[in-house]
Nanobody
Framework: QIQVMESGGGLVQAGGSLRLSCVAS??????????VGWFRQAPGKERELRAS????????YYADSVKGRFTISRESAKNTVHLQMNNLQHEDTGIYYC????????????WGQGTQVTVSA
C-alpha cells in the first residue's frame, strides 16, 4: 500500500523560501506511481494543484501563479519529491498536500496529511 508524508512547512516572511518534501513508501510505489503533485488548500477555498511531476519522465506542470517561483523535483532512489518555493507571497498560504496518481487511474488518489505553510505579509 502506497503512503506519502509531507514535511518542510512553516512560517516565513513574504519574499522568503521554503522547501517541501514528500516521501512515499510502499513496495509498489516505484512501479505504480504515474505522477506526484503538490496541492494547496487555502482557508475557505478548494484544493488546487500547484505543481506536479511525472514519476518516470521529466515533464512537470506548474500553475500560472507559481511559475518562475516554484520548482518541483524528484529523488527517485529516495522515493521523494521536493517543492522548492521561492519569493513566497501571502497568497501562497495554506495547507500543502502531496498526492500520487497511480497506474490505471486518472486522478490523484493517494494523499498525505498535509503541511502548513504560512506567509506573513
Amino acid at each position: 500500500q502506497i503512503q506519502v508524508m509531507e514535511s518542510g512547512g512553516g512560517l516565513v516572511q513574504a519574499g522568503g523560501s521554503l522547501r517541501l518534501s514528500c516521501v512515499a513508501s510502499g513496495r509498489t510505489f516505484q512501479t505504480h506511481a504515474v505522477a506526484v503533485g503538490w496541492f494547496r488548500q487555502a482557508p475557505g477555498k478548494e484544493r488546487e494543484l500547484r505543481a506536479s511531476i511525472r514519476w518516470n519522465g521529466r515533464s512537470a506542470y506548474y500553475a500560472d501563479s507559481v511559475k518562475g517561483r516554484f520548482t518541483i523535483s524528484r529523488e527517485s532512489a529516495k522515493n521523494t519529491v521536493h517543492l522548492q518555493m521561492n519569493n513566497l507571497q501571502h497568497e501562497d498560504t495554506g495547507i500543502y498536500y502531496c498526492a500520487v496518481q497511480a497506474l490505471g487511474t486518472t486522478e490523484y488518489s493517494i494523499w498525505g496529511q498535509g503541511t502548513q505553510v504560512t506567509v506573513s505579509a
